[in-house]
């Protein structure tokens, strides 16, 4: 049977790598982007494969959350990725000078998304034979391996949305579906532009993400894997 596959913030980065080894595998993608005019390389990959379906989604657009789950209102979603995120970062930007409409933005898009999508989703999720969603999280947001500040927004918002899924997994895993919170690690995406550590290909870091979802299921329900396939401290 074909797997279904929704990643939002399908544009570039992870969520189009994502979309890309997802439609490699023969799955049906449903590749969201906000600005798909713009997304030329999401549009190349649709064009050669049919099984990818653009979708407009600004993710924090309630509207227009409310608008794709009713498009798709009885067709299984079976692997649902939470993938598009911000950082918050700007130059300047650190205690004594925090932008806290710049938060608002962040934890909207970081935090509050998914949980607004999983909610409209779900009965599509509920519907479907794998059942998982996976939120991409970040070491950033683990709490227990903080050691130096940085990234105030970033951080928290990370770290939200862990405690949402955390508690997501409990609720849902009576209806059979799976939740998890996966760090990709560093990779070399805008994003990162800048950033002065080693860095892993779109493609290396996205085959392994892929594999740990693979091995989501309820028995590891709510967990927070690292990109190795461990488990990363809350
Ligand atoms: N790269 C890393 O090293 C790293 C490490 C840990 C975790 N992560 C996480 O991995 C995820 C993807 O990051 P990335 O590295 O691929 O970042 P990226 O290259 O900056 O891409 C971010 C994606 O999110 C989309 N997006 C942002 N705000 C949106 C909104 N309001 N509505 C819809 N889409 C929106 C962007 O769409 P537009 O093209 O329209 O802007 C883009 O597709 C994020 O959640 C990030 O926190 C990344």
Redesign the pocket.
Known sequence: MTVTVLV?????????ELARQYAARGSRVIA????PA??TALASLAAANPGVVIEP????DAAAIAALAAKYAGQPIDILIH?????GARAGHGLGTLDYDLYRQVL???TI?PMRITEALLASVAASTQKKIVT?????GSIGGVDAPRGYW?RSS?AAVNMLMRNLAFDVRGRGISVALV??????????KGVPMP?QK?ADAVAKLIATIDRVSLATTGRFWDREGGELPW
């Open positions: 939002t913030g399908a544009s570039r980065g992870i969520g189009l969201t982007a906000r600005r713009e997304a989604l600004a993710v924090t993938n598009a995120g911000i950082t909207e898009t970081n998304a991409i999280s970040s070491s950033e970033y990370k760090n990709p690690g560093p990779v070399d995406t805008d994003m990162m860095l779109p």
